[in-house]
């Protein structure tokens, strides 16, 4: 993977795919010993397609069982096992004030070496954003043509 790649998905499966294949990239960027941002930051509207990615991702990462939208929750576990220990699956959706985002000890799991991290709506983290992240970006939902493009500083 580039530093900087936009693909266009035309339904949800292509997107699930895409959330795979980033986290088969993470993974194998840690079994070789590369340093690979272990926090992803998905920002698109409602309906982008965020949580499908995030189910992709996490089957990718070896999760069998479903993985459920945590927006009520706000965060959900994983237990993964595989290269990392967790998968964290945060959704921001209902949290605007930083205070309430601030009251989450994200910043506490971002520095967890055994997890990985996904954040749905990750413009809400404000001044929390970590530096070292995988953006994913939904530049552009037309029907069920989706614009994605996904970065990272190495
Ligand atoms: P978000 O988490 O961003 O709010 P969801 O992943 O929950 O969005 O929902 C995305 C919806 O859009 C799903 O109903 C999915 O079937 C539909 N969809 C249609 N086309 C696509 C596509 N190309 N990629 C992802 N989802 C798509
Ligand atoms: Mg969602």
Known sequence: MDNTQTIITNNAKETQKLGEELAA????????????????CLYGELGAGKTV???GFAKGLG????????TFIIV?????????????????????????????????LFKDQHAIV???WAERLGRLLPRKRIDVRWEAVVDDTRTITISYER
């Open 118 to 120: 996904v954040v749905e």
């Open 53 to 55: 990615f995030t189910q």
């Open 63 to 70: 999760l069998t069982s479903r993985l459920v939208s945590p």
């Open 25 to 40: 990239y993470i993974i194998k960027g840690r079994k070789e010993g590369t340093v690979v941002p272990h926090i992803v």
């Open 76 to 108: 959900r576990r994983y237990d993964i096992n595989l290269c990392v220990q967790y998968l964290y699956h945060v959704d921001l959706y209902r949290l605007h004030k930083i205070e309430d985002i601030e009251a989450l000890s994200l910043v506490e």
